[in-house]
T-cell receptor, first 112, second 113 residues
Framework: GENVEQHPSTLSVQEGDSAVIKCTYS??????FPWYKQELGKRPQLIID?????GEKKDQRIAVTLNKTAKHFSLHITETQPEDSAVYFC???????????FGTGTRLKVLA | EPEVTQTPSHQVTQMGQEVILRCVPI?????FYWYRQILGQKVEFLVS????????KSEIFDDQFSVERPDGSNFTLKIRSTKLEDSAMYFC???????????FGPGTRLTVT
């Protein structure tokens, strides 16, 4: 079945710098890749997603890139702010299934 | 903006007891899900539910678990005889369509003692 690996597990950046989190997936037929942000004690919130027919998607300071050949996708946050500090989870949705397969999470700390 | 809601936010129960976790999905959503997250680990899929029946379940979702949509708004997860290893955060999620974004509730932290 699908397996999603996520790196790094923790990431510290200075405020204003960029942060990049990478995920690899094993099932080449997976076709939907959401990213969730989870602040301490709160629900995972969808921040951006990408489908397999698109290579890149941007929403203000956040972007996601997808490389189907290499089976990896990345979250890019530019001009980081302290409120970006959270745990970020990537996920993949294999075809013919309802279940997201999540990565292990990245704890991002933005240092003021 | 509509949100998924869950009650209770924290449930403490003794091993062997039954618990029911409640969720109210977003009103025009048709697909419902339960996930769990053991402390410090990844979020894991338990079950999906559509058209009043289970559409998919994971190997975690054994005979101790059941789901129900008792009325037009609630979606419940029942654990019949809780074990220590059931201690986790349980998230409900819903989506409007299959293969669309899933919106998560705030979670119920279940502690089994």
């Amino acid at each position: 079945g699908e397996n999603v690996e996520q790196h790094p597990s923790t990431l510290s950046v200075q405020e204003g710098d960029s942060a990049v989190i990478k995920c690899t997936y094993s099932d080449s037929a997976s076709n939907y890749f959401p990213w969730y942000k989870q602040e301490l004690g709160k629900r995972p919130q969808l921040i951006i997603d990408i489908r397999s027919n698109v290579g890149e998607k941007k929403d203000q300071r956040i972007a996601v890139t997808l490389n189907k050949t290499a089976k990896h996708f990345s979250l890019h946050i530019t001009e980081t702010q302290p409120e970006d500090s959270a745990v970020y989870f990537c996920a993949a949705l294999p075809p013919g299934t309802y279940k997201y397969i999540f990565g292990t999470g990245t704890r991002l700390k933005v240092l003021a | 903006e509509p949100e998924v809601t869950q009650t209770p936010s924290h449930q403490v129960t003794q091993m062997g007891q039954e618990v029911i976790l409640r969720c109210v999905p977003i009103s025009n959503h048709l697909y419902f899900y339960w996930y769990r997250q053991i402390l410090g680990q990844k979020v894991e899929f338990l079950v999906s539910f559509y058209n009043n029946e289970i559409s998919e379940k994971s190997e975690i979702f054994d005979d101790q678990f059941s789901v129900e949509r008792p009325d037009g708004s609630n979606f419940t997860l029942k654990i019949r005889s809780t074990k220590l290893e059931d201690s986790a955060m349980y998230f409900c999620a819903s989506s409007q369509k299959m293969y669309y974004e899933q919106y998560f509730g705030p979670g119920t932290r279940l502690t089994v003692t």
